[in-house]
């Protein structure tokens, strides 16, 4: 058994908060956990609520297909949200629901050590670019600590507003190239990695 089990296993008691009592169960979060990149969205749906696990429904076929554009399948990342249990009617989550989960995620990142963190949404993105609008920062990347942090629409955005469904497969292109930079920033000898934004 992993450690990251072992956490998903402690997510799923987890009553931090009142989200649990109208959830179904909760959805930890999947993937490998020696991923490269991990995806961190907002909260479960419906479909995740039942299945517990996430990106199952429209928006998770669409993430799908998104990743094997580059070349990427479910086994090769890790997904997660940053609640882990369905706000009642999909409403988003609240400030307070994502501040008591923040000790999950912050878990679940410490455990995996991802290269790259890609934020899917304004509330996954809040966490790590506050006070930035996606709308201005979307398709762009920070690293910070020899980690890059870039940030992207929501796949959910993609079918809601068709007009977004292009910028968002352009900007998912973007995570090899990005990785390649990052290796030839930590190859170079001496070379401190300063924060940067692409």
């Known amino acids: 058994m992993s450690a990251l089990s072992d956490l998903s296993k402690e997510i799923a008691t987890c009553k931090c908060c009142d989200l649990y009592k ?3 169960r909760a959805v930890p979060g999947e993937g490998s ?7 961190i969205g907002e909260g479960p749906g419906l479909n995740e609520d039942q299945q517990g696990r996430p990106f199952v429904g429209a928006s998770g076929k669409f993430l799908d297909h998104l ?23 999909n409403r988003e989550p609240l400030p307070f629901e994502i501040a008591a989960c923040k000790i999950w995620l912050d878990r679940q990142i410490e455990l995996i050590k991802p ?11 809040a966490r790590f670019f506050p006070n930035k609008l996606i709308s201005k920062i979307h398709g762009t990347a ?25 910028e968002i497969e352009k900007d998912m292109l973007k995570i090899p190239g ?9 190859s170079a000898v001496n070379h401190p990695i300063q924060m940067s934004m692409f």
Request: aromatic residues 6%; positive net charge.
């Open 22 to 24: 109208n959830a179904t």
């Open 33 to 39: 956990e020696n991923s490269q990149i991990m995806f």
């Open 67 to 89: 990743m094997a554009s580059i070349g990427l399948n479910r086994g090769q990342v890790y997904i997660a949200n940053v609640v882990k249990h369905r706000p009642p009617d």
């Open 115 to 125: 290269r790259m963190i890609v934020t899917l949404g304004r509330h996954s993105m």
């Open 142 to 166: 920070e690293i910070r600590d020899g980690v890059i942090y870039f940030a992207m629409y929501h796949p959910a955005a993609a079918l809601h507003q068709g007009n977004l469904r292009a």
């Open 178 to 186: 990005l990785l390649a930079e990052l290796d030839k920033e930590t």
